[in-house]
């Protein structure tokens, strides 16, 4: 008899576990455009987040172009990833394994992402982080 009610406390195990990541997860995402003043190929934008925001700033360029991004915040739990066109999750550069500064060539023309976030952990604790991102493209 006890075997049939199995399933469902194994269900109920994996909603009660998973659930909340999954909210997590699925935080809204702000997404904000890059545009340079014109005969400019650089910007430094000063914002900051809290929690779990994140926030997607969007710049088009095209493969070829070099570009250089440098963060600096007030929070270590602060980073960024960078995202080719079209790609929602997956990241060519994800500053938590390496340095808050990214330059190299980009190889998809289009909408590229630079994703701003707190890890998960400073993101629970609601913590804030005070940033500036400097984003350059070269021809």
Do not use: C, W
């Amino acid at each position: 008899m006890k075997d049939h009610l199995m399933p469902r406390n194994i269900l109920f195990f994996v909603f009660t576990i998973f659930m909340p990541l999954l909210a997590y997860s699925q935080s809204e995402i702000q997404t904000k455009k890059i545009n340079f003043e014109k005969g400019k190929s650089e910007i430094t934008i000063e914002d900051f987040i809290k929690g779990d925001q994140i926030i997607d700033y969007i710049l088009n360029a095209k493969a070829g172009q070099k570009i250089t991004v440098h963060l600096t915040t007030s929070n270590s739990a602060n980073y960024f990833n960078l995202m080719a066109p079209g790609e929602e999750y997956v990241a060519f550069y994800n500053s938590s394994m390496g340095e808050n500064n990214y330059e190299g060539v980009l190889e998809k023309s289009g909408d590229q992402k630079i994703r701003v976030y707190l890890m998960r952990s400073a993101a629970r604790r609601n913590e804030v982080a005070d940033f500036k991102i400097h984003v350059s493209i070269t021809p």
